[in-house]
């Protein structure tokens, strides 16, 4: 069923009379995920688990997310939030006295409290680009990058209204002098292309819900390869070497194991959320996010036009990807707004002054026409 992405309306539970354009705040559960967790929770037997169920299933897991981002299974962590991958990476990269990180104007807080407590506690400051409006994300990272710039934080889409940032052409402005990339792609990866040997990131970190379809609390840290000598943000047992012995536990050690499983959290072997989010990478694999964007483009393409012609203010195709498009209003959020799309039970974000607009297969064009309709109606 996977293979088909027009049956993939069949996987998630929707009632008819509900326009759900919210993917990017959080996603229906498809039902091989939901099954998943169930069967994790009907069979966790403990007299039948074994050491093994600790780490091959994450093994098995790593190796599959990996695959999805072009990346190794080496350089994959298991974390439970984005800051939490996040305070990974801030502790592992030098910033001091002098240096900036650099972040996107109105940037998710996850991405920016770890590296406000990092500068505040070892010094440097923070280079806020602001919004652009007559050129892209992109332009305006790179031209604010220098030789201060010890960091660059980006995600691939901004999450209040999906415009872009070329992480390919940002990598590459910031190796040249010197700086650490960090990406945030929670908000795109599993609906966008991601080529990590292109845009090769010194870390990469994803949400494992939203666009991966996968279980709150469960998320992803991938690190280079010259990132994975570093220290995580706890003490674990299981991120030690040779933690697959149980009988050797109490031969405490300093060494931790290899790759990017010395960042993984504690407790990372969840046994019913690793699970779920093991059925959802497959179930985002076999799609592709490739697909997925193909799929999506003409849904946020009717969303721009049919904005454009109440006399909003759409991001523009070329300055976003297929999956998310916001919606600015010329003199503000009309009167009304929120109470008319409960009330019409069509969903979607209100952020930072857009109308965050995200669809996903369980999408088509009339749950589009509904929110149109909508925005007419409050305009009048």
């Known amino acids: 069923m996977a293979d088909s992405l027009a049956s993939a309306r069949r996987l998630f539970d929707l009632p008819e009379d509900v326009a759900y354009l919210n993917c990017a705040f959080f996603p229906p559960m498809p039902r091989p995920v939901r099954e998943a967790g169930r069967r994790a929770l009907e069979g966790m037997v403990p007299w039948e688990t074994t050491t093994r169920d600790f780490f091959e299933p994450g093994e098995r897991l790593r190796t599959a997310f990996g695959a999805l981002i072009g990346g190794d299974p080496d350089g994959v962590a298991f974390v439970p939030s984005v800051s939490y991958g996040v305070g990974v990476a801030a502790r592992n990269l030098t910033v001091g006295p002098g240096r900036t990180v650099m972040i996107?104007?109105?940037?998710?807080?996850?991405?920016?409290?770890?590296?406000?407590?990092?500068?505040?506690?070892?010094?440097?400051?923070?280079?806020?680009?602001?919004?652009?409006r007559e050129v892209s994300w992109t332009d305006a990272v790179i031209a604010g990058i220098d030789e201060r710039t010890a960091v660059v934080v980006v995600p691939q889409v901004h999450w209040t209204d999906g415009r872009a940032v070329d992480l390919t052409?940002?990598?590459?402005?910031?190796?040249?002098?010197?700086?650490?990339?960090?990406?945030?792609?929670?908000?795109?990866?599993?609906?966008?292309?991601?080529d990590l040997s292109v845009v090769r990131p010194d870390f990469l970190v994803a949400a494992g819900y939203k666009w991966l379809m996968g279980p709150y609390s469960f998320g992803y840290l991938w690190a280079a390869e010259h990132r994975r000598e570093g220290a995580g943000i706890e003490q674990t047992w299981i991120g030690r070497k040779g933690s697959d012995d149980f009988n050797r536990l109490v031969d405490y050690t300093d060494e931790l194991r290899a790759g990017a499983r010395r960042y993984d959290s504690g407790e990372w072997s969840n046994f019913t959320l690793l699970p779920m989010a093991a059925a959802a990478i497959d179930l985002v694999s076999a799609w592709g996010p490739e697909r997925v964007a193909a799929t999506l483009e003409p849904l946020t393409a009717r969303v721009e036009e049919g904005a454009r012609r109440l006399g909003l203010e759409p991001?523009?195709?070329?300055?976003?990807?297929?999956?998310?498009?916001?919606?600015?209003?010329?003199?503000?959020?009309?009167?009304?707004?929120?109470?008319?799309?409960?009330?019409?039970?069509?969903?979607?974000?209100?952020?930072?002054?857009?109308?965050?607009?995200?669809?996903?297969?369980?999408?088509d064009a009339a749950d589009v026409d509904r929110l149109l309709e909508v925005l007419g109606e409050v305009l009048k």
């Open 104 to 132: 996107l104007d109105e940037e998710f807080p996850s991405d920016v409290y770890p590296f406000r407590a990092k500068l505040a506690a070892e010094g440097g400051e923070f280079v806020v680009v602001p919004r652009p």
């Open 315 to 363: 991001v523009a195709a070329e300055h976003r990807l297929s999956h998310i498009v916001g919606i600015r209003f010329p003199h503000g959020e009309p009167s009304g707004l929120r109470e008319r799309l409960a009330t019409a039970r069509v969903f979607v974000s209100l952020r930072a002054n857009a109308v965050r607009v995200s669809p996903y297969l369980y999408n």
């Open 169 to 194: 052409a940002v990598g590459a402005a910031a190796r040249a002098v010197g700086a650490a990339l960090v990406i945030d792609v929670s908000q795109s990866l599993g609906a966008a292309p991601l």
